[in-house]
């Protein structure tokens, strides 16, 4: 029972803290990760109309208001940020691009590439394996190359909802429309953007779903630790047990468990196995009126069978 409590307390402890890396890289690397985000910025900055809103002091990026979409390989990136003044905030939609000659090339490269790709590897079949290892080479390189390509990139649309507001959006920079959010955010319409309010759902879903899973593991944990109580009370007992240590020995352990095992009611049988091999089986029937460490454990049942004898156990020996 209680190498059942750590394993389940280390691998929620794993997943949550997989998981919680996860975000707060994505969240750090928002700017980096993102082309044309500083130049947003800036354009946000400069703008008096943003100036009018948020005030003339300084500003910042809520981190819980970050979120963006990267395609590197169709050369299209899109954000939605906040920047807080002051005075107020400003909610920024925008959307940039990889300049058209650099994007050519790119997909004239990828073309070539795609060409005879199946029949390359079917009469190559052992290319494969190079393939599989180079896959995961441009898994670490993906992040140099977005680095390295942020200065081909231009911003496309730009636009700010003064707090907010959706009823008043101001276009600082190129065609609204062309903003997945724009739509559905300004215009009420989502027939245009519905791809990117799907991803919004999927991921208010997730969200949801990973805080409900999050919270029923809490509350198996918690009976899982209450439970170990009554376990962890039956198991010191009986291997401190002058009885028991006098059949079994000092370095006898518990090999298995069944049956009822609750913060209130004790209704098991433990086999006990010591270090020549020799096995007894010992029932146990307990119980208290509350769960707590300061409530005792009344004993109703305490049998050893070993060796074909059977021992009535001290039920003053249980402590706890």
């Not at 070539?112 to 009469?123: G, M, P």
């Not at 609204?176 to 991921?203: F, I, Q």
Request: aromatic residues 8%; hydrophobic residues 40%.
């Amino acid at each position: 029972m209680a190498a059942k409590t750590r394993l389940i307390i280390g691998a929620w402890t794993t997943a949550g803290g997989i998981a919680g890396v996860v975000c707060v890289n994505r969240i750090r690397q928002f700017e980096e990760r993102t082309p044309c985000v500083k130049n947003a910025i800036r354009s946000v900055v400069s703008s008096g109309a943003a100036r009018s809103i948020i005030g003339s002091g300084n500003l910042s990026l809520p981190w819980w208001a970050k979120s963006s979409n990267v395609d590197l390989h169709r050369g299209y990136a899109s954000a939605d940020f906040r920047v807080v003044g002051d005075s107020g905030f400003v909610q920024v939609l925008m959307t940039s691009k990889r300049q058209a000659k650099v994007q050519e090339t790119m997909e004239e490269n990828l073309d070539d590439e795609d060409v005879s790709l199946f029949e390359y590897y079917w009469l190559k079949p052992w290319e494969l394996k190079r393939a599989f290892v180079n896959s995961f080479k441009a898994l670490r390189q993906e992040k140099a190359d977005a680095d390295s390509d942020v200065n081909k990139w231009d911003v496309d649309s730009l636009l700010i909802l003064p707090n907010g507001d959706g009823h008043k959006p101001i276009v600082l920079q190129g065609d609204p429309y062309a903003v997945p959010h724009y739509e559905a955010l300004c215009l009420r319409r989502d027939a245009t953007s519905k791809d990117d309010a799907s991803r919004r759902r999927l991921y208010w879903a997730i969200g949801l779903s990973a805080a409900a899973a999050g919270l029923a593991g809490f509350i198996r944990l918690f009976k899982s630790m209450r439970l170990s109580q009554s376990y962890g009370f039956v198991s010191r007992s009986l291997l401190s047990h002058t009885a028991v240590t006098r059949v079994m020995g000092l370095e006898s352990s518990v090999q298995s468990s069944s049956g009822t095992f609750t913060a209130n009611y004790i209704n098991g049988r433990l086999r006990l196995v010591n270090s020549a091999g020799s096995v007894a089986d010992v029932d146990v029937t307990a119980s208290r009126e509350t769960a707590g460490r300061s409530n005792t454990w009344r004993i109703l049942l305490a049998r050893m069978r070993h060796g074909g004898l059977v021992y009535e156990l001290d039920k003053k020996q249980f402590q706890g």
